[in-house]
């Protein structure tokens, strides 16, 4: 079971990545340069000096790697998707803006011990297949995060719009997940694609985030969106 679930990680992870490097989904990131930094995401970052070192996990074609740079911190985004990273490095090159872009694979990251002051992501934990998986891959940021470093995360939840994980077994589910052994409650497929999502409520969610390295902070709930500040536990 275990290279069977490795074997099926591994199948939907690049499905993640085909639809992340696929044109449409290309000019969808490219067109959301210009919207900058958000609000949430500034009020995080307002307690670190400029020249801290940032990591943006799953960065696409880079929208905050480039407003946090022009704000004077050092900056890494990484993505799986390498034509994403393609892009974003053009669009450095084009502005002359100093962002390294790095194409990786998850869950590991081919980065330093403790190179980091924090972290963001933004709706890629649902992207991990396996909740064990996922629980690694939150200690693996740990790992390359400073003590007591954070991770602003946000993620889009059910809660608003569904009572149970029983209704994203639609037609679209039926369809791909046969091809699969190894799903878990809530996994499922974007709606008319093989593209894999895992799908939380709220509460799950949390659960996940608690039994990892981190402890959660300021957690928000605002229609189907959570975001909280994710603070690496002492000792870790």
Known sequence: MKANRTEESRRLLHSVKD???GPEELDIRKDELKNGIREVE?????KYPPGSRLLDIGCASGRLCFALARQGFYVMGIDVAGKQIDQARRHAQDENIDVTFLQYEMPTLPLPDASFAAAFMGNVYCYVPHRAARIAFLDEVARVLVPDGEVFLSQTVLDSVLASYKEICDDNHRRFAPGYETLEE???????????LHFFFVDDLKA??????FQIVDPVLEGDLFHCVLRKRNGV
């Not at 500034?42 to 307002?46: D, G, K, L, N, S």
């Not at 809530?186 to 894999?196: E, R, S, T």
């Not at 996940?208 to 390295?213: C, R």
């Open 19 to 21: 639809k992340y490097n």
């Open 42 to 46: 500034q009020a995080f970052v307002r």
């Open 186 to 196: 809530g996994d499922g497929f974007i709606l008319g694609a093989p593209q894999y």
């Open 208 to 213: 996940e985030l608690a039994a990892s390295s």
